[in-house]
Nanobody, 124 residues
Framework: QVQLVESGGGLVQAGGSLRLSCAAS??????????MGWYRQAPGKQRELVAT???????KYADSVKGRFTISRDNARNTVALQMSSLKPEDTAVYYC????????????????WGQGTQVTVSS
């Protein structure tokens, strides 16, 4: 089992930037083979994919964040980061780090590990 801890959330004005980080611990083998990614959940909405990165570096973004968010992974440090720029009020949500052999678009189908979540609030 892999344990995940997020950091870096907070309050920012529209147009601003934030960087989220997720540190993984546990089985090094499991960490290295897992895809890792970020999902978010706004009040009253389902948890949705933001960005994912496979162990081989293949990246996927939600259409709503393309060109504004950048996901990166440091396998030596067992971390994954999400650089968020040009933030909009609609980006306000709790952001969750996830790790699993496969990360699907549907959060409910993921069989892996989740972090506790970090709040991102974008004011207009």
């Amino acid at each position: 089992q892999v344990q995940l801890v997020e950091s870096g959330g907070g309050l920012v004005q529209a147009g601003g930037s934030l960087r989220l980080s997720c540190a993984a611990s546990g089985s090094i083998f499991d960490i290295r083979i897992n895809a890792m990614g970020w999902y978010r959940q706004a009040p009253g909405k389902q948890r949705e994919l933001v960005a994912t990165i496979t162990s081989g570096g293949r990246i996927k973004y939600a259409d709503s964040v393309k060109g504004r968010f950048t996901i990166s992974r440091d396998n030596a440090r067992n971390t994954v980061a999400l650089q968020m720029s040009s933030l909009k009020p609609e980006d306000t949500a709790v952001y969750y780090c996830a790790a699993a052999p496969v990360l699907s678009d549907s959060a409910s189908r993921i069989r892996g590990s989740w972090g506790q979540g970090t709040q991102v609030t974008v004011s207009s």
